[in-house]
């Protein structure tokens, strides 16, 4: 598992084209090239996974890192559009043409500026690694959150990737049906390949259906002489705070601790597995942020809901990782294969509710609950 910074990752994705675009060779035999495998993460803070010193169960990740290389110093553009704007092309996302968000509420900022560098898709003018790699032989899929474009031609299906399943925008209902982060009840904005795509009204769960899709797609990859990119963008863990509830249940009580002490701990455990230097000290709480004792005693059972929700979508992403990661071991291609993990900016500050009111915090069922710290 890989965490960089983000001029330091695009160098590495710009290589890491170039050298798929050739065959390479050496005497008497053309050495194989790798497969490629992006999963990427949404709104995940720093220290979120075991691995980096958080309290949620990652153990696949924590495996994958373990294995792997883990890059302490990660620096993104902070926001959705741009960070992936930059991860697909190699280039600062001004130059592919997503320098702000992409979604109607920044459409005065784009019209404001009237510059290329603002727009509301990907460039057309900038090749996606997608694009590069199907032109020098890979097969090539996606599955997760796009958001560059919302319009043809501007779905993966028209930026390199031979199959795709996405959200198309940047945040979703994670059960499918139900109020959207439009605010209104309408179809999720999906797509599959070329086409609008509708999930079903029972039984969806976004993170679970991406996973689906990419073992699926490894899967049929058994037996093929061509290698492949697979790009895996997550939605969890953004907004709107989703999972089932026996997810949820497992981390119940587990943040009652509060964030002063729960911060502490994580401080420690990264100076403890060397990720930090010991001589780093603590932000100091903003000062927007009450100290977690003066918090009256409901509101700390709320934020310990929003936390365990919260915790439950990580601890399901872990999952599906792993899933993935059984699906390479299961076509053989486990060491063939380049996995990069990482995120597109740290936690969101934005509101968590945003479902029907009175829906219960985290859950599809619209039931109504009684009091305000369980209702988003």
């Known amino acids: 598992m890989t965490m960089i910074s983000a001029h330091r990752?695009?160098?590495?994705?710009?290589?890491?084209?170039?050298?798929?675009?050739?065959?390479?060779?050496?005497?008497?035999a053309t050495a194989a090239r790798p497969n490629i495998l992006i999963i990427f993460a949404d709104d995940l803070g720093f220290s979120d996974l075991g691995c980096f010193g958080g309290e949620i169960s990652t153990p696949n990740l924590d495996r994958l890192a373990?294995?792997?290389v883990r890059l302490t110093q990660f620096y993104n553009t902070a926001?959705?559009?741009?960070?992936r704007a930059s991860l697909l092309t190699g280039l600062h996302p001004h130059q592919a043409g997503i320098g702000n968000m992409v979604d109607e509420y920044a459409?005065?900022?784009?019209?404001?500026?009237?510059?290329?560098?603002?727009?509301?898709?990907?460039?057309?003018q900038t090749p996606t690694i997608a694009e590069v790699l199907r032109a020098s032989g890979y097969r090539t899929g996606m599955t997760g959150k796009w958001h560059l474009g919302y319009e043809r031609p501007h779905w993966p299906a028209d930026r390199g990737f031979e199959?795709?399943?996405?959200?198309l925008e940047g945040a979703m209902n994670y059960f499918g049906h139900g109020m959207q982060h439009t605010g209104k009840i309408v179809k999720a904005p999906m797509a599959l390949n070329d086409q609008p795509f509708t999930p079903p009204r029972e039984g969806f769960f976004s993170t679970d259906a991406f996973t689906d899709f990419a073992v699926n797609y490894i899967g049929d990859q058994r037996g093929s002489t061509q290698p492949f990119f697979f790009?895996?963008?997550?939605n969890a863990p953004h907004w709107p705070l989703h999972a089932p509830?026996?997810?949820?249940?497992?981390?119940?009580?587990?943040?009652?601790?509060?964030?002063?002490?729960?911060?502490?701990?994580?401080?420690?455990?990264?100076?403890?597995?060397?990720?930090?230097?010991?001589?780093?000290?603590?932000?100091?709480?903003?000062?927007?942020?009450?100290?977690?004792?003066?918090?009256?005693?409901?509101?700390?059972?709320?934020?310990?809901?929003?936390?365990s929700i919260y915790a439950a979508m990580i601890d399901r992403l872990d999952r599906g990782v792993g899933r993935v990661l059984a699906s390479l071991r299961a076509i053989g291609a486990e060491r063939d294969t380049l996995v990069i993990f990482l995120s597109d900016n740290g936690g969101a500050p934005e509101s968590p509710r945003r479902s029907l009111p009175g829906a219960t915090l985290g859950l599809a069922s619209p039931s109504k609950v009684t009091g305000s710290a369980a209702r988003m």
Not at 163 to 167: A, G, N, P, Y
């Open 245 to 307: 509830a026996e997810d949820i249940a497992r981390y119940r009580g587990k943040y009652r601790d509060g964030w002063d002490v729960i911060r502490t701990r994580r401080h420690q455990r990264l100076i403890d597995l060397g990720l930090i230097d010991a001589r780093s000290e603590m932000a100091p709480r903003p000062e927007t942020m009450p100290a977690w004792e003066t918090i009256p005693a409901p509101q700390k059972d709320d934020w310990d809901l929003r936390m």
């Open 66 to 68: 373990a294995d792997g």
């Open 79 to 83: 926001r959705c559009c741009p960070s």
């Open 107 to 124: 459409r005065k900022v784009r019209e404001q500026l009237a510059s290329p560098a603002y727009a509301d898709r990907l460039s057309v």
């Open 9 to 28: 990752y695009l160098i590495i994705l710009t290589c890491v084209a170039a050298m798929m675009s050739a065959p390479l060779r050496s005497p008497g």
């Open 163 to 167: 199959r795709s399943f996405t959200v």
């Open 231 to 234: 790009y895996l963008a997550f």
